[in-house]
């Protein structure tokens, strides 16, 4: 989850022991500090085995099941397969995160996962069993996610999980990308059947590496905690959320995304308003990303703990507010500058993230966290949607400016409860 810490820069809890260097309370971590740890060396790699390996299974099953039936309708069902699971998933099988060895469950998943792929790879499998297939190995996503996230402040206490969380958020963009383009490549030249073939082998690989570099924990629950009891879980975890206010309002930090992602759903109409093509459609997809990936990184490894937190209210305003600029009407160029921007304010969800960890019981963190990444990818989804509806009856830069106004009344109000809450006994 993109989330948050308190008025001094509280440290977050030494949950576990890690190896290499401890920076200074005051100064931010280095990245030197963040991958001398050998255990986060293994789960970022394991990471972009696991995204490279995801990204591959969506394109060459999207490919495989266009090339059987030439039906696009098919095929676009089967690429949002990929997307489906969080709803269910995000919220039910997180829990497994808070009963289960953190380790032995990303294993799990990934041996499973490399399984069901396998599966895909038998000749003459109907559509059908292909899209179950495709569902089941993606519904291990978010047990697999939130095991990671919720063992990261382990592996990473102090100002070391900030940075390892800035370093992870710019792999997962930087991979996204460089996945979908090696995927689309590793298809043309091989056989879907083939590709699938080595996403299964990523995942073996990425479960090799975690059970041989990441050491056992046991369960955030106990060893004696029972397997059954999910959705149970799912509605403490969601009671947790609601009824605590600072939870609240980190959390509902994070799911301000789901205002300034929103240019990115309006790219290619936007961009044609513009009079431009492809080329400029890409660079305005590409522009918020960018601005994200720079920012994450100038935040964490630039400012000092302490003055994270007080930077983050108005940061999360901006980063809707600069796009009431639209409404303005500008050219491409400036308009790519506003997405870069509101980019670069989305930062402050880094520090989000460390407070949300913080405050956060750790024997219900991974619970915590698949609910609130669920509700963003799902809240992303709907958001986008709506406003391409929207676009359909006025401007996308209207659409887009409106949006920005939203987002950053929301961010005020979020801020105004949680200084409310500070003050409250």
């Not at 619970?367 to 009856?393: C, D, P, R, W």
Request: aromatic letters at 6%; hydrophobic letters at 55%; charged letters at 10%.
């Amino acid at each position: 989850m993109t989330t948050r810490q308190s008025e001094t820069g509280a440290e977050l809890p030494p949950a576990g022991t890690a190896t290499g260097p401890v920076p200074a309370a005051e100064a931010p971590a280095t990245f030197r500090d963040v991958f001398a740890v050998g255990e986060y060396r293994v789960l970022w790699l394991a990471m972009v085995l696991s995204l490279v390996g995801d990204q591959i299974a969506v394109v060459a099953l999207t490919w495989l099941v266009y090339d059987t039936s030439n039906s696009p309708l098919l095929a676009a069902a089967t690429y949002s397969i990929s997307f489906l699971p969080w709803i269910i998933g995000g919220p039910l099988l997180s829990g497994l995160a808070d009963r289960l060895p953190r380790r032995e469950l990303m294993v799990a998943c990934d041996v499973v996962r490399a399984g069901l792929v396998l599966a895909m790879v038998v000749p003459g499998a109907p559509i059908w069993v292909l899209c179950v297939l495709l569902f089941a190995a993606e519904a291990l996503s978010p047990p697999f996610g939130a095991a990671r996230a919720a063992l990261m402040p382990d592996v990473l206490p102090d100002d070391r999980y900030v940075i390892g969380t800035a370093v992870n958020n710019v792999t997962q963009m930087l991979g996204q990308v460089a996945g979908f383009a090696g995927a689309g490549i590793l298809v043309a030249v091989l056989r879907p059947s083939a590709s699938l073939a080595i996403n299964a082998v990523t995942f073996l690989v990425s479960a090799a590496l975690i059970w041989f570099g990441v050491r056992h924990r046991p369960p955030a629950r106990g060893e004696r905690a029972a397997l059954g009891g999910l959705l149970p879980d799912a509605l403490a975890g969601l009671r947790l959320l609601l009824r605590r206010r600072d939870l609240r309002s980190l959390a509902g930090f994070g799911l301000l995304c789901v205002f300034y992602v929103v240019p990115e759903g309006l790219a290619v109409p936007y961009t044609r308003e513009l009079g431009g093509g492809p080329v400029a459609a890409g660079l305005m997809l590409a522009a918020a990303p960018f601005g994200s990936a720079v920012g994450g990184l100038a935040f964490g490894r630039l400012v000092a703990p302490a003055r994270r937190l007080r930077l983050m209210a108005p940061l999360a305003v901006l980063s809707c507010a600069v796009l009431v600029l639209c409404a303005l009407r500008p050219s491409l160029p400036v308009v790519l500058v506003v997405l870069v921007a509101s980019g670069l304010a989305s930062a402050y969800q880094l520090a989000a993230n460390a407070a949300f960890v913080s405050a956060v019981p750790p024997q219900a963190r991974g619970q915590a966290f698949g609910i609130v990444q669920a509700a963003m990818n799902v809240g992303q989804g709907v958001t986008i949607i709506a406003a391409g509806a929207a676009a359909q009856l006025w401007s996308p830069a209207w659409v887009i400016a409106a949006v920005g106004v939203l987002g950053a009344g929301a961010a005020s109000w979020l801020a105004t409860d949680a200084r409310r809450g500070e003050t409250s006994p």
